[in-house]
């Protein structure tokens, strides 16, 4: 088992600021973590054969330290079908041959754990690949010991009126299995039959893989689909309190054995749904804030703060030892199943206008794309990432504004190779061009010659160099990730303002939202006296005083100051 | 020195913090507090509804309230703010006040709100009053669509009248304006009317804001300034309108009205003088609409004003109108009330050598509109003894007579009016 060393008590301020990052509570290393989201295959290939490898990545994990980042999330690197880019799983406890093996897993776990980078995981619990030796046994006999480890029925009217996840691709929940000549439940694609979690030997069998990956080191797991793990007939077949038992077990065998490890929860739901997967900080210890996402971008179109404002007052508290990842992009369609129809048809208007862009109820653009390429809109995006309340996800490539391929098929347009450089492949691999696992970004304004790591590393005012130095700020106080939230409400409804609160540390972030240049005057009595610190180019501003705190800001501009009473 | 903005300090703080827009609706008021609420209420739900991606803004403009109706109005941004959550509107819906003075002006309120539109860069823009206790979110919907969505630049309001509402309108206002402007707009003196950004721009560099006639009805004059600026204009059906009736008499309606419409002929003469028709108007939902109910006014005092009126004013009768012209009058006023008949061609051309005159200013401005009245009287006697039973149709039928009469007449009109004193 390998473990990520301890690091130092004080962390000295890269900024040589006095505002020391004191690690008390080691356990609690995800509400301080930005993470970084990869796809092992889309990241480098080390052997010449078109796709990304762990030796690969391993090499490439200079330039995850570099950019700031200390933790990494890997999307499923197991044996598969690859029908549904490696969430469909055939193994669990090895690793996709054209990704490397188990030791190449665990040399890039040791290289990372040296750097100070921690390793999340996918652990896809809800269903299996139907090429899994466990669904291939289920389905050769009806009455095969592993029969009872999916949802078997004779017909396909048991759990009527739940909702389909990818209308358009799957007309039902049931497949008809002609081996066995029965029905098998799936939530998502057909070849991934559901596993039935009312069976207690599966959710040992489930425990086993956690602990075989727990084992080798890894410091936590993202759990996919976990809404959908029990189904009772008339319910919806979602968020089921048996399904939270099964959850507060998992998480009880890991606080008991393997202290410090962390379980992310994918559930697309509302707020207050969410809610319910922390419980009382005895079930997940991080969970994706779905609603939030579509709500910032909407919040820049429109050039208004309602959006964000509106999403995170109806978010609930949750226990102290939780924490809400937040995101941008990532490898799925920007899903807009969290908002309103009036919501997701401006949506589609503002940045899906070609049909192509649209899949399922989602759009399938990167981040750059979708800002059109503006350099401020990004970075106004990525500030509200790194200064909102949760732990930031970024997702590969969005560093430097990668473009993206709609034209690929399913999701497939966000997966495209990392852009190192110019050169062959965009240094991706060695391969010839035919052979990658996908075409590179090529066009003249996204593509690998235009956006690549090495140029951007030779500017110091690259998005690269920018994002970098944004999640060193970020880094080197911790009221970002742990402090409190407290919305200012100037009339200006153009410009997004809070306080951060971490005991004596406090940030104030302005954000303008809008194209335009904008006047705001902030109510800051509370800080009376404070001076205002910008926090990038360490200006002071003028002190806080009786008067609303007049700002003026450029489109998309935004500051972060820190508060200081001298 | 330099001049003093009319715009305070603290407007121009709001106006700021609200920025650009798509939509403005403005929300004069005075002592309204009991109203308010139901009129916020509709102007609200509409733009919740109506208008979900836009960028809109609810501006009360007040003439120094006594019972906190700007308190009023920001308590209640409020509370709808809360109650409405996440549910429609993709934007905030701003609310903004300003206090323009401390006494109520109908002129000073507009010149606020345009000047409002223009700073925010509203694309479309309404006014509603306060005072109409059955508004509902289809009002604002009807004013602000034909401007947002359909390029018009002045979008008047069609109310249902039962049919002895309206009667100044239908027996002089609108035909006359229809004959000199050559737009078939019903209603431009009204609380509620739709507007371009462009036409606020221009209304706004218009040095007339202290002229009385604006001061009194400045959305007519609006209307006018869009007509004659060949702006795209057109009306639209709003429904019933219901409100406190406001105490003010026909005098004062006849001063600020015609007076307005006498001063508008004025100072648009280019755009009236060389025109010879009338052209219908882009009319959303219908044309009109008249319901039987309602109870005539007293023909009885109407006619003996009328003819106490012409006796008594027979010096600046004789002053205004033609010799020919003023001795018919003088026979109709001797005529026996059961057999009385004001006939049209008459009336247009009273009408028409009064406007003639007020352009030679034969005499005092105020003086001469105000002696129009009793002849007003003697023209609506006739209509109600000739049409108090008549059908909605019978109506139209007569009011569009009249229309054509004050077309067909225009001729004599840019005579008179051409005519060197």
């Known amino acids: 088992m390998q473990n990520v060393p301890a690091p130092p008590?004080?962390?000295?301020?890269?900024?040589?600021?006095?505002?020391?990052?004191?690690?008390?509570?080691?356990?609690?290393?995800?509400?301080?973590?930005?993470?970084y989201q990869l796809h092992v295959r889309t990241f480098c290939d080390s052997n010449g054969d078109g796709v990304g490898d762990f030796r690969g990545l391993t090499g490439k994990l200079d330039y995850l330290q570099e950019l700031g980042i200390n933790a990494v999330w890997l999307l499923p690197f197991y044996p598969s079908p690859l029908r549904d880019d490696g969430y469909d799983i055939a193994d669990y406890t090895s690793v996709l041959p054209a990704y490397g093996t188990l030791q190449d897993f665990k040399d890039f776990l040791a290289a990372a754990h040296?750097?100070?980078?921690?390793?999340?995981?996918?652990?896809?619990?809800?269903?299996?690949?139907?090429?899994?030796?466990?669904?291939?046994?289920?389905?050769?006999?009806?009455?095969?010991?592993?029969?009872?480890?999916?949802?078997w029925s004779d017909t396909d009217s048991r759990y009527q009126g739940v909702r389909i996840i990818f209308p358009g691709t799957e007309m039902s929940?049931?497949?008809?299995?002609?081996?066995?000549?029965?029905?098998?439940?799936?939530?998502?694609?057909?070849?991934?039959?559901?596993?039935?979690?009312?069976?207690?030997?599966?959710?040992?069998?489930?425990?086993?893989?956690?602990?075989?990956?727990?084992?080798?080191?890894?410091d936590g797991f993202r759990l996919d689909a976990v809404p959908y793990l029990i189904e009772r007939e008339g319910t919806s077949c979602a968020n089921l309190p048996e399904t939270h038992e099964i959850i507060r077990d998992f998480r009880r065998r890991i606080d008991a054995a393997y202290p410090g490890k962390m379980l992310l929860a994918e559930a697309n739901q509302r707020p207050a749904d969410i809610r319910s997967?922390?419980?009382?900080?005895?079930?997940?210890?991080?969970?994706?804030?779905?609603?939030?996402?579509?709500?910032?971008?909407?919040?820049?179109?429109l050039e208004d703060r309602k959006p964000i404002i509106e999403i995170l007052e109806q978010t609930p508290q949750i226990p102290d030892t939780c924490q809400w990842c937040i995101f941008l992009r990532n490898h799925d369609e920007l899903t807009l199943e969290m908002v309103t129809d009036v919501e997701r048809d401006y949506m589609y208007d503002e940045y899906a206008v070609d049909k192509a862009m649209r899949i399922y109820l989602g759009i399938r653009r990167r981040l750059a794309p979708m800002m059109e390429n503006d350099r401020r809109r990004m970075e106004l995006l990525s500030g509200l990432l790194l200064s909102l309340p949760g732990t930031p996800v970024i997702y590969y490539g969005d560093e430097i504004g990668m473009g993206d391929n709609v034209y690929l098929g399913d999701r497939n347009g966000v997966r495209t190779p990392m852009q190192w450089n110019g050169g062959w492949n965009a240094g991706f691999s060695s391969a010839d061009p035919e052979r990658l696992y996908s075409p590179l970004i090529s066009n003249p304004v996204y593509g690998y010659q235009a956006i690549n790591v090495d140029s951007q590393r030779r500017s110091a005012h690259s998005l690269l160099s920018w994002t970098k130095s944004v999640i060193q700020t970020r880094n080197a106080f911790r009221v970002f990730s742990r402090g409190s939230i407290e919305f200012l409400n100037p009339s200006n409804h153009r410009v997004l303002a809070y306080v951060r609160c971490l005991g004596e540390e406090k940030v104030l972030v302005v954000n303008n939202?809008?194209?335009?240049?904008?006047?705001?005057?902030?109510?800051?009595?509370?800080?009376?006296?404070?001076?205002?610190?910008?926090?990038?180019?360490?200006?002071?501003?003028?002190?806080?005083?009786?008067?609303?705190?007049?700002?003026?800001?450029g489109p998309y501009q935004f500051y972060w100051f820190r508060l200081r009473r001298i | 020195m330099a001049e003093e903005s009319f715009l305070g300090d603290d407007f121009l703080r709001q106006l700021m913090s609200v920025g650009e827009v798509d939509l403005l609706v403005g929300v004069p008021t005075y002592n309204n507090a009991s109203t308010l609420g139901q009129t916020l209420y509709g102007v609200e739900e509409s733009l919740r509804q109506n208008f979900v991606r836009e960028r809109a803004v609810i501006l009360n403009v007040d003439g120094g309230s006594t019972d906190e109706t700007r308190q009023l109005f920001m308590q209640s941004a409020e509370r709808s703010d809360a109650g409405h959550r996440g549910l429609t509107s993709l934007r905030t819906i701003h609310r903004?006040?300003?206090?323009?003075?401390?006494?109520?002006?109908?002129?000073?309120?507009?010149?606020?709100?345009?000047a409002a539109a223009d700073l925010l860069r509203a694309?479309?823009?309404?006014?509603?009053?306060?005072?109409?206790?059955?508004?509902?979110?289809?009002?604002?919907?009807n004013l602000l669509r034909p401007v947002y969505r359909e390029s018009l630049d002045f979008v008047a309001p069609l109310y249902a009248r039962s049919r002895f509402q309206g009667l100044l309108a239908r027996n002089l206002l609108y035909p006359m304006r229809r004959a000199i402007f050559g737009q078939r707009i019903r209603e431009i003196y009204c609380e509620e009317w739709g507007f371009s950004g462009r036409l606020a721009s221009q209304c706004l560099e218009k040095d007339v804001w202290r002229e009385e006639a604006v001061r009194a009805r400045p959305e007519a004059w609006m209307a006018i300034t869009a007509i004659g600026g060949g702006l795209k204009c057109g009306q639209s059906f709003v429904g019933p309108k219901m409100a406190p009736p406001t105490g003010t008499d026909i005098v004062e309606i006849i001063r600020q009205t015609v007076g307005n419409f006498l001063w508008c002929m004025e100072t648009n003469q280019p755009q009236w003088l060389s025109r010879s028709d009338s052209q219908p108007v882009p009319t959303f939902g219908p044309d009109?609409?008249?319901?039987?109910?309602?109870?005539?006014?007293?023909?009885?005092?109407?006619?003996?004003?009328?003819?106490?009126?012409?006796?008594?004013?027979?010096?600046?009768?004789?002053?205004?109108?033609?010799?020919?012209?003023?001795?018919?009058?003088?026979?109709?006023?001797?005529?026996?009330?059961?057999?009385?008949?004001?006939?049209?061609?008459?009336?247009?051309?009273?009408?028409?050598?009064?406007?003639a005159s007020y352009h030679h200013t034969v005499l005092n401005r105020d003086h001469l509109v105000q002696a129009l009245v009793p002849l007003y009287r003697g023209q609506l006697c006739s209509f109600l003894l000739e049409h108090a039973n008549a059908s909605a149709e019978a109506m139209e039928a007569q009011s569009e007579l009249l229309c054509r009469e004050f077309e067909r007449q225009k001729p004599y009109l840019v005579e008179r009016w051409k005519l060197k004193r």
């Open chain 2, 123 to 141: 694309k479309a823009c309404a006014v509603i009053s306060p005072t109409t206790t059955n508004l509902t979110p289809s009002w604002v919907v």
């Open chain 1, 513 to 553: 939202l809008s194209s335009s240049a904008q006047a705001v005057e902030l109510n800051l009595q509370a800080y009376k006296k404070h001076i205002p610190i910008e926090m990038f180019g360490r200006n002071l501003f003028p002190r806080i005083g009786d008067l609303p705190y007049l700002l003026t800001l």
């Open chain 1, 277 to 301: 997967y922390f419980g009382n900080g005895d079930e997940f210890h991080m969970a994706f804030h779905f609603p939030l996402m579509p709500r910032m971008f909407m919040a820049v179109k």
């Open chain 1, 173 to 218: 929940n049931w497949a008809w299995d002609p081996i066995s000549k029965s029905y098998y439940w799936h939530r998502f694609f057909s070849h991934q039959p559901d596993l039935n979690y009312d069976n207690p030997a599966v959710r040992e069998a489930m425990w086993e893989v956690m602990k075989f990956w727990l084992d080798t080191g890894v």
């Open chain 1, 9 to 35: 008590s004080v962390i000295s301020n890269p900024q040589q600021e006095n505002s020391a990052l004191i690690l008390q509570d080691e356990n609690l290393w995800y509400k301080d973590a930005v993470i």
């Open chain 2, 96 to 114: 903004i006040s300003c206090e323009y003075g401390t006494a109520p002006s109908h002129g000073l309120a507009l010149h606020n709100i345009v």
């Open chain 2, 288 to 355: 009109h609409e008249l319901s039987l109910d309602g109870i005539p006014p007293s023909q009885e005092k109407i006619f003996e004003l009328f003819r106490s009126g012409v006796s008594e004013l027979e010096p600046i009768l004789a002053s205004i109108l033609a010799q020919d012209t003023h001795a018919q009058i003088k026979a109709v006023a001797l005529s026996d009330r059961s057999k009385f008949h004001f006939p049209l061609a008459l009336w247009v051309r009273t009408v028409y050598e009064f406007a």
């Open chain 1, 114 to 151: 040296n750097r100070r980078i921690r390793v999340i995981t996918e652990m896809v619990v809800n269903h299996t690949s139907d090429q899994h030796p466990w669904f291939q046994e289920a389905r050769s006999s009806r009455d095969n010991s592993k029969r009872d480890w999916y949802v």
